[in-house]
């Protein structure tokens, strides 16, 4: 038997988004159950037909979801939240969707959302009743490997491990550890695989990404309880290990002992992990490699992937070995053909899922029948490999030597906080409670057409630009007259807190439709940062000065932080990723400068993708939040002490990383905080955070607009615990998905807290 090529999951949106306008088609109304179905449907036939024709083997089925394959997972077990008035029956489409974007006309909630390890992809979180009963709710993994079966394709059925199933859940009992509900789950997944196997599966990937995290005692116990029972329970079925987004670590033991036929290692991110598994593994499992990267948009090296793994092959034997991208290619864009204005030197070094799969599909053809017979891709391969190595599109001498000359002093502020406080205090003047907001005013209907319109070459650039000024103004004169201390441009200009900065930077390009699924029907296209950053001109400047320039009150500079930059980006892989970052904060550092040069006091420095960035690992925190913390530093430290400097991060979790956000020494950080009311900020109170703090009142989640009274009540429970001249006043977050009717009475109202509190103190 020869080698095998494997898929572990294909994207689901459709290369021309099919789904996510189905979707959207049949929310509205506009059109029928019938319809979406026959569109999934479609995509399914699409995708599978796709992947037999580019030589794959191990072809996956129900890796397809109509939103989110947990969720999936939790209607297959049934485990619905009792607030769904779920009454046993099969799930119907209006339930499905109730649990993934909650129903207004039924007044029912939707599940909470997280993020998918350390992916930009959202999942729906598992909710556990206190009684949780879990049975067979929904047959999609078997209706999909039948479907695909009927359509002449053998395919080897995705299901989500249920280990990793349950350490993804929460339980509604907070007392409870979902591990604890193995037990009862374990008979719904036999079943399921027991009915694959009996309509002729031979192949199931049991997906099992929680093994590249920690893992206690109990949840290595918890793989060792399902492992060995589903093994029992359906003999001579193969079962595939599969983790991804890491390597195995200190799990590998714990793997290796499972009864699973085969077992899938992530090759790319741990690729130390292969000699150690051969060494360790019994010559009957099977090798899943993942040599191709799953995560990112890079063409790889082919002949130097046949170097490293054809000794693999020959010591462990043909059929034991099958090749495969790192992890499920959901997360990347689905097919560089589509893409007809990329430089087409840079095009030359880009692979897609399509054409990921072809890489691998070469793979196999060199490794089963001699590199001969796939010498031209294979010279291909490697011409492009050395091509970008060399390109001096990608390397820019300037760049490398203001990286060479980057000095720890750059990394400092001039003076320690404290003084630093003083000069902007005597400078700007502000009263106690300042009130700000975090950047952006509304993106009304107007101004996305107004963008629109100008990109598609209707409205002049002198149009567009009159149309924005008078945006600027009319949102400058409004903050005036609300009372607002701190007033912001409004970011009208902006199309996305990333892509309008990497637009302007050399070094990073952009795709036409090189869309990921974020979460649901929702894709971003990330811009592809491939190589030296360095910024050309000023980027913010002319938004910032003319609107301070329309009056006496300052005006923040809005600048997207490094890491974020980094972060929400397709980012080179021939560069360890902090000197890229580094990169970026060198030349945001020079926006820094000409913002303050040009008279603006305030700047602030988005990084809401900071914590995004950490690790699947705790052993690698420290080392990440180091230079993450170092990048920001290196942008915002070259200003005066009178010049503040703000930051902004919008999640909620900062007791494990406060540390760190302490090091970064903004003047002043804004956070998220009016969900949690402020419980966020027992992390900064019990770290003494020194800074200046806004922790936001408003959600602006939520078109509601908050009272006064509340607003109050949230800044009293701040001030318990903070000094009153450390308490700025702000909402959660920008305000560019809010309504102006909304925005204006809610920003009034907190303007009128933060009144109410200076008249007490
Ligand atoms: N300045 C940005 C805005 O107001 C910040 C957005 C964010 O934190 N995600 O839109
Ligand atoms: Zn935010």
Redesign the pocket.
Known sequence: MPVSVGSLGFPRIGAKRELKFALEDFWSGKASAATLLEVARGLRRANWAKQHALGITHIPSNDFSLYDHVLDTSVMVGAIPAVYGWKGAEVSLELYFAMARGSGSMGLPALEMTKWFDTNYHYMVPELEPDQVFQLASTKPIDEYLEAKALGYETRPVLLGPVTYLKLAKSKDKALNPLDWLERLLPVYAEVLRRLHSHGAKWVQMDEPVLSLDLDEASQGAFRKAYTALAEAVPGLNLLLTNYFGGYGDNLELALSLPVAGMHLDLVRAPGELDLVTQKAPAELTLSLGVIDGRNVWRADLPAILDWIEPVVEARGEDKVILAPSCSLLHVPIDLSLETALDPELKGWLAFAVQKLEELSVLGRALNQGRGAAKDELAASAAAVAARRSSPKIHDPRVQERLARITPEMTRRKSPFPVRREAQQTHLGLPLFPTT????FPQTGEVRKARAAFSKGELSAADYTDFLKSKVEEAVRWQEEIGLDVLVHG?FERND?VQYFAEQLCGYAFTQHGWVQSYGSRCVRPPILFGDVSRPRPMTLEWATYAQSLTSKPVKG?LTGPVTMLQWSFVRDDLPREQVCRQIALALRDEVADLERAGIRII?I?E?ALREGLPLRRAEWDGYLAWAVECFRLCASGVADETQVHT???YSEFNDIIQFIGDMDADVISIEASRSKMELLEAFISYRYPNQIGPGIYDIHSPRVPSVAELVELLEKAQKHLAPDQIWVNPD????TRKWEEVKPALANLVEAAQHLRKQS
């Not at 907001?437 to 952006?440: M, N, P, V």
């Not at 977050?733 to 560019?736: A, D, M, R, W």
Request: hydrophobic share 30%; aromatic share 0%.
């Open positions: 907001t975090i950047g952006s970011e807190m809005m602030q988005d809401p902004h991060m919008c977050c920008g305000l560019k």
